[in-house]
């Protein structure tokens, strides 16, 4: 199977194989200064942000795990942010500002409004800003710097996510196919984020977890439903060691299982980047 993808300039985008064709789409990254529209605590852990104004104009995203930097000031406060370049990317100061990797969870071009969703902890930058941000508040975002797209034509998914990558899940289940065939397998550190609301739709199932004090639960509930029977695409996203033991899995099923895996955060590391 082929399936042809290309950027906003209208070239074809390389891509890596897991057995299936994920493809590396562009976009033009830019940089904006947005403010804070709304806030809503979605469940007990999960705040979520409504940023608009004039700058979201011409905004792209077209991918469930499209992401954005948000850009902090340093600690006297100042703000330094990327210039952008002729060929649309962007030139970031030396050393790097202070940023943080944050999937969007909607986005609305004719309403002019961005949700972005974030887990509150401690010790967080972002967290820590998100636990205070508030309406009116400026706050600096760089990109989506491209995706990494996979098909929609699979006969079912399966969906291995923490409540960092539940944005992601949320929206691929709101803008899937209505036929779609899936199972989304969810850990949370509180039960609580369990009210986190999902779109209802026939033929998808889904699985709650929490973990065994620091052990994650989220591999194993995703082996225990056995081998796919059809034709599958896995998307594992979230701590880096919890689903790292769903590659070897995903490996043992060859021909028919696709996947897509992507750490959004490591224990003990602040600010992963992948």
């Not at 804070?36 to 940023?51: A, H």
């Not at 943080?100 to 972002?126: N, P, S």
């Not at 996510?161 to 850990?187: G, Y």
Request: negative net charge.
């Amino acid at each position: 199977m082929r399936i042809e993808r290309h950027d906003p300039r209208g070239r074809v985008l390389e891509h890596h194989r897991t057995g299936a064709e994920i493809r590396r789409i562009g976009y033009p990254i830019g940089i904006r200064t947005l403010q804070v529209l709304r806030r809503e605590e979605v469940t007990p852990n999960i705040v979520r942000l409504t940023m608009g104004g004039p700058e979201l104009d011409g905004f792209h995203t077209y991918q469930a795990d499209d992401h954005i930097k948000i850009i902090f000031p340093d600690g006297d406060g100042a703000v330094r942010l990327p210039v952008p370049t002729p060929d649309l990317d962007l030139d970031w100061p030396k050393p790097s500002p202070p940023s943080r990797r944050y999937t969007i969870r909607r986005y609305d071009a004719d309403a002019g409004e961005l949700d972005m969703d974030f887990v509150l902890h401690a010790g967080g930058l972002a967290s820590a800003w998100a636990a205070d941000a508030g309406p009116g508040q400026d706050v600096a975002v760089a990109g989506p710097p491209g995706a990494k797209a996979f098909p929609h034509n699979y006969d079912h998914y399966v969906f291995a996510v923490d409540a960092t990558a539940l944005p992601a899940a949320a929206r691929w289940l709101e803008e899937s196919p209505p036929d779609v065939s899936a199972r989304l397998v969810i850990e949370t550190a509180d039960a609580a984020d369990h009210a986190y609301p999902l779109a209802a739709r026939d033929g998808v199932e889904v699985t709650w977890l929490t973990p065994d004090g620091d052990r994650s639960r989220l591999a194993g509930a995703v082996r225990a439903a056995g081998a796919p029977a059809a034709r599958t695409f896995l998307f594992a996203a979230g701590e880096t060691g919890a689903i790292k033991p769903l590659r070897s899995w995903a490996r043992e099923h060859g021909d028919r299982m696709d996947a897509l895996f992507t750490g959004y955060w490591k224990r003990g590391v602040a600010g992963l980047e992948e």
